[in-house]
């Protein structure tokens, strides 16, 4: 569950005043004292997997900081500059995957296709090959081939959070009828096309 933009401020505070800290319990009281810790000072805010505006509209901090909203969700706030980040290419996947397992040489393109060159895949894929001395990349990239334990095979190593819990983080944010199209797509085991798209969801035209 998201935490409350009180709780936020109560976490940073406590991060300049110590963690036995007593705290407003007014939320404006509160807000003004977060305020009041970052004032004066040069702070760069991280607020990581953000919920909505509403969440990280009362985060702002004092002019003479930044922040950096991470979040599933379009979020556009005051002074905010927008960058939506992509899949990795091929090449940047294959870079990455080998800074954490240079030993993941003989299969690495493999790996990265299979773990959909998403970051969080190759990481936690790379750092189980990084401290598993007897498990062969070859082999590993075999096994990845199987999609009905691709997921618990690419594992959490290396990641505070699994691929798979990921996933229904954004999954369980969808609107049911957006959802409900997710669930009858999941026919498809690779790539497929607008027309498959239509049949499959009875979604002429894409409506939804």
Same mark, same amino acid.
């Given at each position: 569950?998201?935490?409350?933009?009180?709780?936020?401020? +109560?976490?940073?505070?406590? =991060?300049?005043?110590?963690?036995?800290? &007593?705290?407003?319990?007014?939320?404006?009281?509160?807000?003004?004292? %977060?305020?009041?810790?970052?004032? @004066? &000072?040069?702070?760069? *805010?991280?607020?990581?997997?953000?919920?909505?505006? =509403?969440?990280?509209?009362?985060?702002?901090?004092?002019? #003479?900081?930044?922040?950096?909203?991470?979040?599933?969700?379009?979020?556009?706030?005051? #002074?905010?500059?927008?960058?939506? *980040?992509?899949?990795?290419?091929?090449?940047?996947?294959?870079?990455?995957?080998?800074?954490? +397992?240079? !030993?993941?040489?003989?299969?690495?393109?493999?790996?990265?296709?299979?773990? @959909? %060159?998403?970051?969080?895949? *190759?990481?936690?894929?790379?750092?189980?090959?990084?401290?598993?001395?007897?498990?062969?990349?070859?082999? %590993?990239?075999?096994?990845?081939?199987?999609?009905?334990?691709?997921?618990?095979?690419? @594992?959490?190593?290396?990641?505070?959070?699994?691929?798979?819990?990921?996933?229904?983080?954004? %999954?369980? !944010?969808?609107?049911?009828?957006?959802?409900?199209?997710?669930? *009858?797509?999941?026919?498809?085991?690779?790539?497929?096309?607008?027309?498959?798209?239509?049949?499959?969801?009875?979604?002429? @035209?894409?409506?939804?």
């Amino acid at each position: 569950n998201p935490r409350s933009p009180q709780d936020v401020m +109560a976490i940073c505070i406590r =991060a300049f005043l110590g963690p036995e800290a &007593k705290l407003p319990e007014d939320p404006e009281h509160l807000s003004q004292l %977060y305020r009041s810790q970052l004032s @004066g &000072k040069r702070v760069l *805010l991280l607020l990581d997997n953000a919920a909505d505006c =509403a969440q990280a509209r009362p985060l702002l901090p004092p002019t #003479g900081s930044a922040v950096l909203v991470t979040s599933r969700q379009f979020i556009t706030l005051p #002074g905010m500059t927008p960058l939506t *980040l992509h899949l990795l290419t091929e090449e940047e996947a294959r870079r990455l995957l080998l800074e954490i +397992a240079s !030993r993941a040489e003989p299969a690495a393109e493999q790996i990265c296709k299979l773990c @959909g %060159y998403l970051p969080l895949a *190759l990481r936690a894929a790379g750092s189980l090959l990084a401290i598993t001395a007897d498990l062969n990349p070859v082999d %590993y990239a075999a096994q990845l081939q199987d999609e009905r334990s691709r997921l618990e095979r690419i @594992g959490t190593e290396g990641v505070e959070i699994g691929v798979a819990a990921s996933f229904n983080l954004s %999954y369980e !944010r969808l609107p049911s009828e957006a959802a409900q199209v997710f669930r *009858l797509l999941s026919v498809f085991p690779a790539t497929f096309d607008a027309l498959a798209e239509e049949a499959v969801c009875a979604d002429a @035209g894409h409506v939804q």
